[in-house]
């Protein structure tokens, strides 16, 4: 979750995907930055690595938000959340590795703005969800300058 909370706002990925084509809404999902682990990475370098390629962001600091199983009943895959402090006055923008095929659009948007997203289904993917209403509850501490 790339957050800057001097300004109060989120950075968002607009990415296509295939497994909501042919769904009610767009195949274009509001994400957050997100990547598998490469041989000998750890997480924390995962997030460093994809917020770079993935929306030109470097993490001053990373929080782990949680870890969960996203569907225990018929698969062993883990995702693991991290809060990014980052700066937003230049984001955004148009991002993703061409060898990968990506095509990545950052959006900047208020925290107030990301939480209506997830009230009207703009946002409707677990992680985002899960760290924006994490965003929620930790907001004040983080704002006032807190780890």
């Not at 800057?4 to 195949?27: K, M, N, T, Y």
């Not at 390629?53 to 225990?72: D, N, Q, R, W």
């Not at 148009?94 to 946002?123: N, T």
Request: proline share 3%; with cysteine.
């Amino acid at each position: 979750l790339p957050y800057d909370p001097e300004r109060d706002e989120i950075v968002l990925l607009e990415q296509f995907r295939l497994g909501a084509l042919g769904r009610v809404q767009s195949p274009w999902l509001l994400e957050l930055v997100a990547g598998m682990n490469e041989v000998g990475e750890t997480n924390e370098d995962v997030a460093q690595r994809e917020g770079q390629e993935e929306a030109g962001l470097t993490f001053s600091t990373l929080e782990k938000i949680c870890g969960y199983l996203v569907s225990p009943g018929g698969t062993t895959e883990m995702i693991h959340l991290y809060y990014g402090r980052v700066s937003t006055e230049f984001a955004g923008g148009l991002y993703g590795l061409e060898h990968e095929h990506e095509d990545i659009r950052a959006h900047v948007v208020s925290a107030d703005e990301a939480i209506d997203m997830i009230s009207d289904g703009r946002i409707n993917n677990a992680a985002a969800i899960i760290a924006i209403q994490w965003l929620q509850l930790n907001r004040p501490r983080l704002r006032a300058g807190g780890q």
